[in-house]
């Protein structure tokens, strides 16, 4: 069910708009009778991108409105407005957004097409010249590209040759296969291989006078002139409502604020299918509040739209406030390897627990003293599917042994696992001696946003006692905590699990090799493979090597049947060696859905790639029934 209600996800598009006539936007009417604003005919594309999939026809008008517990979660804008170079069809296949085609050759030969007439957010043309900036002037800029261009656009260690063909179309070659190229640039954080060179060329030394730059950076505070033109360009980020967008919506507010807003893109390249101009919504709202206060706010009716701060533990809560407050809770599917999981990190500094954390025994004997049973239980309603971090029942790659590996509730295996390793010291407490002589306690940490993490642990506290395991939980600040996991001070995190848990053959398994700093099992490594070496530490373990080798065979296979049987011997290696260890997954997600929104859908999957969680449902045609619900604007 969930790969059929993923299958149904992302518009239809025709080739053309209708040639026809077509009104404007009311939000721009007085800036266009005061021409401010063209019509909305010259702010179009002369093709823009028609959404006419049978969804329903909107009105226009109205707030979207929204609770974060942060202001950076401003790029939420970006994840949920998804306009992407390229985004994924409902058969999961890569088809032109932004761009109007593209074409690839042999697998790395990729030419990029633009729509004629295209502009930024600011009326400025978006050409070429966008991508030529980017990839000349700021990703091989030492600079402000000091660890060099994004490790997708290499391949074994080589960049592309970048060509302007004429003033909409680029073409990218390399030497060999690049299948993250395109996957990338649909992605929840999406690769932007362009920039708005108009706006950012006044702020490079190669353009801008140096001695005004050094005064500009000076002022505010920043080391010279690419701190500042980095500070200004973060696509997204979405940060700096002077930097021209492609989004749906503008962000209008500069941090620090309480709340920040949206505003509808006027030269945005979607039409609806009668050729109106989306979005449908004026603008976006986004309110900052504590974690802990969202679901209790949403309940009484202050977001239009939410899922995000939300767990299933709400469920019951929200569900008691539908015939108040006029909404409705919706169950969506989530596709995450597992709902949560722990993270040993195996880049930790301190070199006891990391050759601890390193020796496989001690991973698996965590994992099979945790009740996963229970734990659905109590937490889930037993509606999730236990076992290990991994591809979930809908994926075509899926095999219960992948799940099922070093997961079932087997405290005397545990225990045998960690008398093995000579862990059979103990102290007064009847918990076990690390070899330098420390208790074995380990601290696990959290982002502190989600209660789950707290209950899971609680859980989890007695069972890893009897193995002699003691168990804290330290919540932090999401930023403090990844920091802290970099820096190699963290020796255990509880995260959310992988984000695909419905990969196909020819999606990319780089969650499951040291290839990112952000895979919190062995950041150091990962950090290490995306600075080329100029930072991190090279993989010294073999099967996170193999795993890593295992990835690179994959980016350069040209056979799905070759990719096929990586990915298998990836997720063989994963399960056996527990890098994370799962706990339950297939959960589902509340959705908070106005009575007045439409185009939302009834079933759907929550998930941050592939999906870009309500990005893939195209918030830009989302619509209230009756427009513009009276809110100052």
Known sequence: MMRRAFLALILAVAAVAP??????????????????LPPVAERLPQEPLVVDDGRALGAYGGDWRMLINRAKDTRLLVVFGYARLVGYDNNLELVPDILQSFEVEDGRIFTLHLRKGHKWSDGAPFTAEDFRYWWEDVALNPELSPAGPPSIMLVDGKPPLFEVIDETTVRYTWDGPNPDFLPAMASAAPLFIYRPAHFLKPYHVAYGDPEALARKAAERSLSGWAALHNDLDNLYKFDNPDLPT??????????????????????????????????????????????????????AGESDLQARGLAFS??????????????????????????????????????????????????????????????????????????????????????????????????????????????????????????????LEIIVETAGEDPEETDILEL???????????????????????????????????????????????MSPAEFAPASQQGLEWPAWGQYNETGGASGEPVDMEEPARLMALYEEWRHARDMTQRRAIWHEILGLWADGVYSIGIVAGTLQPVVVSDRMMNVPEEAIFNWDPGSQFGMYQPDTFFYIDGDDGRDQ
């Open 19 to 36: 040639a026809r006539a077509v009104e404007d936007v009311p939000y721009w009417a007085e800036e266009i009778a005061e021409g401010e």
């Open 246 to 299: 492609l989004q749906p919506w503008r962000i209008t507010t500069a941090a620090p604020a309480q709340r920040f807003v949206g505003e509808r893109n006027p030269y945005y390249y979607k039409v609806d299918a009668e050729g109106r101009q989306l979005p449908y919504f004026d603008r976006v709202v986004m309110d900052v509040v504590d974690a802990k206060l969202i679901p209790l706010k949403t309940w």
């Open 314 to 439: 709400d469920y019951t809560f929200l569900k008691e406030g539908e015939g108040h407050n006029d909404y409705t809770v919706r169950l969506w599917q989530t596709a995450r390897g597992s709902q949560l999981a722990l993270y040993p990190n195996l880049s930790v500094a301190d070199p006891v627990w990391r050759e601890l954390l390193r020796d496989v025994r001690f991973r698996r004997a965590l994992s099979l003293a945790i009740n996963r049973h229970e734990i659905n239980q109590v937490i889930y309603y037993g509606l999730g599917v236990e076992g290990q971090n991994t591809v979930l029942p809908a994926s075509p790659l899926y095999d219960p042994a992948y799940r099922e590996a070093w997961a079932s509730y087997d405290i005397d295996q545990a225990n045998a696992l960690l008398d093995d390793m000579g862990l059979t010291e103990r102290d007064d407490n009847g918990y076990r001696l690390m070899p330098d002589g420390r208790t």
């Open 460 to 506: 989890m506290h007695d069972s890893w006692g009897e193995i002699g395991v003691k168990l804290f939980s330290k919540p932090l600040q999401r930023d403090v905590l990844r920091n802290r996991i970099f820096a190699g001070q963290t020796v255990m995190a509880i995260w959310f699990g992988l984000e695909n848990g419905i990969p196909t053959a020819d």
